[in-house]
């Protein structure tokens, strides 16, 4: 039995060291809105098939932002809830064809095209009943990428993965403008 249980805890998962590290935001400073809650929710279910290839990925959009969200808006006020909800995180790539040269030539080579799409929703509510809608906002943004298909599946990963962290740059900046400017609510 013991010699059971040792070998259970010997077997500990030790990531691939030729992988991206998952995108967790824990190391960065979170700014205060002046409200008593703030809520998080992911509301998108990705398809599962392709086009859409988000969810094969390290780092999917959808869970980026989930993380970067929890880390960087945290709640300083007494009263009212905010409500982040993931409504698009979406990686979609449809194979194209880009001209490259070659310093002599120039030739066709067969590519992917990614296209990324986050939607994000801000709402304001009070929390006492009837629980009205105070406000709210949204933050929509696109990314696109081309990698050609003789590309190794890491650098197509990192190249995936820095898309991703630039959309989630975005995405911040994107929330604290709505929450800064159009619902009042956060902190300078």
């Not at 304001?124 to 990428?145: A, D, F, I, K, M």
């Not at 298909?149 to 900046?173: G, H, P």
Request: glycine share 4%.
């Amino acid at each position: 039995m013991l010699s059971g249980l040792s070998l259970i805890s010997s077997c500990t998962f030790n990531p691939n060291k030729n992988t991206p590290a998952t995108l967790n935001y824990d190391d960065i400073e979170p700014a205060v809105v002046e409200v008593s809650k703030v809520v998080v929710t992911d509301q998108y279910k990705p398809p599962l098939k392709l086009p859409n290839i988000e969810h094969k990925m390290i780092n999917p959009p959808y869970r980026a932002a989930f993380n970067m969200m929890n880390s960087a808006f945290v709640a300083g006020g007494t009263s009212n809830v905010l409500h982040l909800n993931i409504i698009e995180a979406s990686i979609e790539a449809e194979n194209t064809y880009d001209t490259v040269s070659n310093f002599k030539f120039w030739q066709d080579q067969s590519a992917k095209h990614y296209s990324a799409e986050l939607l994000v929703e801000a709402d304001l509510q009070s929390l006492e009943p009837p629980y009205n809608n105070l406000g709210s906002g949204h933050v929509s943004l696109t990314r696109e990428l081309v990698i050609a298909d003789t590309t190794s599946v890491l650098k197509r990963e990192e190249a995936l993965n820095k898309m991703v962290e630039a959309l989630i740059s975005d995405l911040r900046q994107g929330l604290s403008e709505t929450l800064g400017q159009k619902l009042l609510i956060l902190r300078p």
